[in-house]
């Protein structure tokens, strides 16, 4: 019987029947090596996630985002709608002042002394400009200004600075066709004087708010300068105004023009002759003052040195007043026309009445001397003056009393202030006749101790060529008065003022003080003065004196008066020497002007030379 071999375990022999072995003995698990790459592993498996729950997620998600934008909405337009649009408006919602034109200031014919041009302001965006230096290359040549200054002033992150002010509207257009993002312009005006340095220091000037800072500009602000207005309006993100926007505006007031009484003509040959003289003499400064006695307009008031009152920051500080105004000065032997005016008004002595002038004179305990050294004279009133003798002054003056005298002077408008509202204008000094010395009487007589300005010491002669009567001077024409004679107050009446007029006219003869003013054609008066020059710091004289000669024409009905001073000539000379061809000069010119026709000269005109009127050991002219 056959027997069944027992089933092999796999792995125990070998299907070919070869013969087996013994099985060798498992190995045991080896440690994985971490010496090369780790072992691949098998993949994962993704498992998909569910399509209706990841839909819900986004539909939430995007439910939650609409409600926020919702809530946005609502919040924006329904409950801060109105104060976001407002605040929106106020933002791009622009008030800017417009200026008011100032008025303009012109001379007795209308033409403009000062005006008020159109001018533009260059503006910028810093943030709007992309190459800063590149603007400032194409701005400079039209500014005139310093590329490098004007790349600083491009460069930043302000949204608004200015480039250049004052610009003129051409420059303005030229900057518009470079089309340079970025550059702006506000309108403005800028203040200019056509005529220079002809009346600036009348005129003035303004500053750089475009406000007075002198002379008429300044004393007149209240009705040059206007009133300003303004303008609102919505502008777009480039600076435009937006055209279909709301806007509201406040228009300007102009300002009011003023005429002056000054004559641009006969003002511009004034300050020529001035300076030529000032400079000829070696003199700090000098004053000319030109009248109209009958109406009181002031047709020239000159000084040198002057300035551009288009650039009055070139000039020294002194130089922009007006010192026929401001500086006071003893008149000196001028002043001797008002006490020749009172002692004849008051019948002290008449114009033949013969004085004896000592050498010298003695009153209360001081010796007062004539500009010259000289013996006995024996002389009338009328060569007195002439000759300008201080001693024959105080002896005519004596024979009217003190107070009379010291009333005269206060009529004349000695010590009181002109009434031109001028700035810094002085008023001079008369002390009160109550604190008289026994001195003061002597010394007023002849034209010390007491000060007036240039305009005031002109008036004196203004008043003596309209027939006694004073009238207001002005710088401003009335426009209802014109150049009409106008009333004032009787001084001295027409008899005394005629017989001093004649007085004068022996002055510019030959023999007088000063034939150097004299005008071929013309009967002219007028008197020498030549004064000391008193130092503050000390209160005595410092050794120099003021020249000066103010006078008159036509004698018989005079139409102008000259006022001519030169102050601090570099070497002492006598007021006629230095101011009588300044006189001549000025006066001939503005009669010409004025179209005064030429008179031919009375008989003994230059009585003063006559010698059967005046007798004397040693004739010598006065100051």
Not at 364 to 387: M, N, P, Q, V
């Amino acid at each position: 019987m056959s027997t069944t071999a027992p089933p092999r375990r796999p792995g125990t022999g070998s299907a070919s029947g070869r013969s087996s072995r013994s099985a060798p003995a498992p190995e045991r698990a080896r440690r994985p090596s971490f010496r090369g790459a780790p072992p691949p592993r098998p993949p994962r498996t993704i498992r998909l996630g569910n399509p209706r729950r990841r839909a819900g997620v986004l539909l939430i998600v995007a439910a939650l985002v609409l409600l926020a934008f919702a809530v946005r909405l609502v919040d924006l337009q329904g409950l801060r709608g109105d104060q976001l649009a407002a605040a929106a408006v106020d933002q791009r919602t622009v008030t800017v002042q417009v200026l008011a034109d100032r008025g303009q200031i012109t001379d007795t014919k209308g033409i403009p002394l000062a005006q008020t041009l159109e001018a533009r302001n260059i503006t910028a965006d810093q943030t709007l400009i992309d190459d800063p230096r590149a603007a400032a290359e194409a701005l400079a040549p039209i500014l005139a200004a310093d590329p490098d200054i004007l790349a600083e002033r491009l460069t930043g992150d302000r949204r608004f600075v200015y480039v250049a002010k004052g610009q003129s509207p051409q420059a303005w257009r030229q900057i518009e066709e470079l089309g340079l993002v970025g550059i702006f312009s506000e309108r403005t005006t800028k203040r200019v004087y056509p005529a220079g340095n002809v009346a600036a220091n009348v005129v003035g000037f303004v500053g750089a708010e475009g406000t007075g800072m002198a002379g008429v500009e300044y004393a007149r602000e209240d009705i040059l300068a206007g009133v300003d207005g303004w303008r609102t309006y919505e502008r777009a993100s480039g600076g435009a105004a937006i055209p279909t926007a709301e806007t509201s505006a406040q228009e300007p007031v102009p300002g009011t023009d003023i005429q002056l009484t000054i004559d641009r003509d006969i003002q511009y040959v004034a300050q020529r002759v001035l300076s030529e003289a000032v400079e000829r003499f070696g003199a700090e400064s000098g004053s000319v003052v030109v009248m109209d006695p009958r109406t009181g307009h002031i047709l020239a008031l000159a000084t040198a040195p002057t300035f551009d009152a288009n650039a009055p920051g070139d000039a020294a500080p002194e130089d922009l007043g007006n010192r026929a105004l401001t500086d006071a000065f003893e008149p000196g032997s001028t002043a001797k026309v008002m006490t020749m005016a009172a002692v004849l008004e008051e019948k002290g002595a008449k114009r033949d009445t013969v004085f004896s002038i000592p050498p010298v004179l003695e009153r209360a305990g001081k010796i007062f001397h004539d500009a010259s050294e000289h013996g006995g004279y024996e002389w009338d009133l009328e060569t007195i003056l002439a000759r300008s003798s201080n001693i024959g002054t105080i002896l005519a003056a004596e024979t009217i009393p003190q107070e009379k005298f010291y009333d005269y002077l206060r009529r004349f408008g000695i010590g009181a202030p002109t009434g031109l509202g001028f700035p810094g204008e002085t008023a001079g000094y008369l002390p009160p006749i109550e604190e008289w010395s026994g001195t003061t009487f002597p010394t007023l007589t002849f034209g010390q101790g007491f000060s007036v300005n240039a305009v005031q010491a002109a008036s004196v002669f203004a008043t003596i060529a309209n027939d006694g009567v004073r009238v207001p001077v002005s710088l401003v024409k009335n426009p209802d008065v014109g150049d009409s004679p106008v009333d004032g107050d009787r001084v001295v009446s027409a008899d005394t003022a005629r017989t001093i007029r004649e007085m004068l006219e022996n002055v510019v003869a030959d023999g007088g003080t000063a034939p150097m003013a004299g005008i071929p054609g013309y009967r002219v008066g007028g008197k020498t003065g030549t004064a000391q020059v008193i130092n503050l710091d000390c209160g005595c004289y410092d050794g120099s004196t003021i020249g000066s000669f103010i006078g008159m024409a036509p004698i018989e009905q005079p139409e102008l008066v000259v006022g001519v001073t030169i102050v601090k000539p570099a070497a002492e000379q006598m007021g006629g020497e230095v101011a009588g061809p300044v006189f001549r000069e000025v006066m001939t010119y503005a009669l010409q002007a004025r179209k005064v026709a030429p008179i031919t000269p009375a008989p003994g005109a230059a009585r003063a030379n006559d010698p059967a009127r005046a007798t004397s050991v040693d004739a010598r002219p006065g100051r």
